[in-house]
């Protein structure tokens, strides 16, 4: 059961310049993806690619100067974009939890962490403080925080990085949500502590069949935790599929570069194959994103180039693939 599908969605920062010029930024440009219930979605990018923007143009976290140009994203069918703010608040931290990309920031650094569990159940599912806390308690259980119930009373600064992580998430699942995104979820932490918050998610998305995309720049992640993954490059997803198939027939020359980069392909002779500067958003080319950068670059990639079918729910978006 599609759970997520993003179509079409444009995301644009429009500023003045010093000059008093309209400067356009456009950071999305057309991604389009689909997430199922009990799935995993890996979404990979350089930095600046738009996976974080990605994520906050669903959840309606928008700042100016940053706008939705077009596109939409229906959830269980119902376009977030074009719902009431009062609607999307109602669905945002019940149905919808979002794992933002810098835990310590995110925290309440004025309330302790059980305190803040327990206003964010109230706040969508009502109950009791008791029955709240209780909820609380085994969730920081669940997660494998030792200790829960003392936990409950420490302050997020009090919290190594590791356990900071783990109450964003804890934070984001108190409501049982149908869909958790997480945003870089484990940058930054030790392997043992990355792997037990992975393990984790994934026993999670397993057990309870809630869907959840990874935003990550780290292929490995994408390799042992995802079921699908979908690859950013400027603001657009230039190849998407199941996780076995993209890493078994890497495609697009970009996801080819990006692949091509990863320990175990090198052990195996891969090699990268272009480097140069990253695209400049305020600049795009007309057509493929990649033209500038790409070793295979003709003149037809000036135009748009088609989502070609690979099988299997693989596809690529590029005019060498479709030749
Ligand atoms: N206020 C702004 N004006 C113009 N462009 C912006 C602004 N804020 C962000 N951007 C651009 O939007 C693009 C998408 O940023 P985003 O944070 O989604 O990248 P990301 O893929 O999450 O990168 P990272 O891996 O570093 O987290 C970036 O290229 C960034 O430069
Ligand atoms: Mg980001």
Redesign the pocket.
Known sequence: MTLLRVEDLHTH?I?RNLDNEI?V?K??NGVSFSLDAGRILGLV????????????SIMGLLRP??RIMGGRALFQGQDLLAMPDDDLNALRGRDIALVV?SPKSSLDPLSRIGDQLIRIRRAHRGGSVAEARDKAIAMLGSLGIPDPARRMRAWPHELSGGMAQRVLIALALMNEPQLLIA??PTTGLDVTVQAQILDLLRDLVRRTGIGAMI?T?DLGVVAHYCDEMAV?Y??AIVESGPVRQVFRRPTHPYTVNLIGATPERLRLGATRTVGGP?PN??ALPPGCPYQDRCPQAGADCTTIPPDVALGEGHVARCHRVAA
């Open positions: 920062f500023a400067q930024a950071a999305l990018g350089e930095t600046g690619a738009g996976k974080s923007l990605t994520a906050t100067p940053a990309q945003d870089e935003i720049h950013m400027a603001g990253p958003l305020r």
